[in-house]
């Protein structure tokens, strides 16, 4: 009888493990492309208005202004690899939190106004020296964002969070 109840739980747990697996696994997977009509191209047109087509593409952290990492240079804080993040043109993002992947949504508001880090989902791998706590913690903090010449400015009110350089532009991508 014992030997039964053990042998279950045993089964639980390869199951449960299974599942998460699984989970994890199909939060990564990319949606094929192959069989969608292809966009006509628009005609670029040169505009001062942040809009949610500006924030497609791939960026990479250059500064990052929280209590927890006041005063330290990105490289010191994740010196592996430098956080990224890649915004789709459905409201979805993915990239790293310079230890683990992370995906999920993004909803762009009212004036510039952005809700990021509360939609995130992230692998659970241990990083020893990394602030990769204090980049999702700085997501859930920004407010709004603003995109300049050089950089994408995430924000709490007035006060800058974080700072991204683009290092891969939106090619052909529709927004919706």
């Known amino acids: 009888m014992k030997y039964l109840k053990i042998a279950k739980m045993k089964r639980m747990r390869v199951l449960t493990a299974g599942l998460m697996v699984l989970a994890l696994t199909a939060c990564n997977e990319k949606k094929s492309t192959e069989n969608a009509p292809e966009a006509a191209a628009a005609p670029v047109v040169e505009t001062a208005v942040t809009t949610k087509a500006n924030l497609v593409g791939s960026w990479e952290l250059i500064a ?64 020893e020296g990394v602030a990769d706590v204090a980049f999702t913690k700085g997501l859930t903090e920004v407010t709004n964002y603003e995109i300049t010449e050089s950089a994408l400015l995430f924000k709490k009110g007035d006060k800058v969070v974080m700072e991204f350089k683009q290092i891969t532009p939106a090619i052909d991508q529709e927004v919706k």
């Open 64 to 127: 990052i202004h929280t209590e927890d990492t006041a005063d330290k240079k990105v490289e010191d804080l994740f010196p592996g690899k430098k956080p990224t993040l890649n915004f789709e043109g459905e409201s979805m993002v993915h990239g790293t939190d310079g230890c683990n992947n992370i995906t999920g949504e993004y909803e762009v508001k009212e004036n510039n106004g952005i809700a990021i880090g509360d939609k995130l989902a992230a692998t659970r791998m241990f990083c």
